[in-house]
């Protein structure tokens, strides 16, 4: 049950693009294609961003998109803006009804 | 619209006991396996315990087996969370989660402290 592997930080520009990487295992990521992206601001509950590795839901911005291959996922995020400073999480599915975090990425706008 | 109300933190001294529970609304629960999601202050998320649809099957991160156990009542649409022999690290917003379709609770706070 080891959590899944992102960068602690991230920045980037206001209008710049960033990319967000989240490492697993044949056990998680590399078995399911069900990984999510939250983007949580402080004092707030997660949002969901991301499901499905790659599908966004209705009302997230296309700025937000994702990718899998193998036993990594990643977030892209274009047009960076101010809102977007946040702290960024992934998800996998791992079997048995059972689910494993990544241990969060601080998107710093600068 | 989907409606996740936690409730029951709060103080608890260490080795001491609580009982979580998670109101649900707006979505057919039954057909859904639920999570407990914690977040300890300052830091990133942990799932910690997971139940099939039907009650069909539950399990918990190693750092609370034998601790903490999640049961459903589909009749009242809600998810539980016990949990027991607290301990220090266990102070976190612990968060009900339909890790299917992305929708959270706004979370209740557990402290263990003496």
């Known amino acids: 049950q080891s959590a899944l592997t992102q960068p602690r930080s991230v920045s980037g520009s206001p209008g710049q693009s960033v990319t967000i990487s989240c490492t697993g295992t044949?056990?998680?990521?590399?078995?399911?294609?069900?990984v999510s992206w939250y983007q949580q601001h402080p004092g707030k509950a997660p949002k969901l961003l991301i499901y499905?590795?790659?599908a966004r839901p209705s009302g997230v911005s296309d700025r937000f998109s994702g990718f899998k291959s193998g036993n990594t996922a990643s977030l892209a995020i274009s047009g960076l803006q101010a809102d977007d400073e946040a702290d960024y999480y992934c998800?996998?599915?791992?079997?048995?009804?059972?689910?494993?975090f990544g241990g969060g990425t601080k998107l710093t706008v600068l | 619209e989907v409606q996740l109300l936690e409730s029951g933190g709060g103080l608890v001294q260490p080795g001491g006991s609580l009982r979580l529970s998670c109101a649900a609304s707006?979505?057919?629960?039954?057909?859904?396996?639920m999570s407990w999601v914690r977040q300890a202050p300052g830091k990133g998320l942990e799932w910690v315990s997971g139940?099939?649809?039907?009650?069909?099957?539950?399990d918990n991160a190693d750092s609370v087996k034998g601790r903490f156990t999640t049961s459903r009542d589909n009749s009242k649409n809600t998810l539980y969370l016990q949990v027991s022999n607290l301990r220090a690290e266990d102070t976190a917003i612990y968060y009900c989660?339909?890790?299917?379709?992305?929708?959270w609770g706004q979370g209740t706070l557990v402290i263990v402290s003496s």
């Open positions: 989660v339909n890790c299917w379709s992305g929708h």
């Open positions: 707006g979505f057919t629960f039954s057909k859904y396996a």
């Open positions: 139940i099939g649809g039907t009650d069909d099957g539950a």
């Open positions: 044949s056990g998680n990521v590399g078995a399911y294609k069900y």
């Open positions: 499905d590795a790659t």
């Open positions: 998800s996998s599915y791992a079997g048995s009804s059972t689910w494993v």
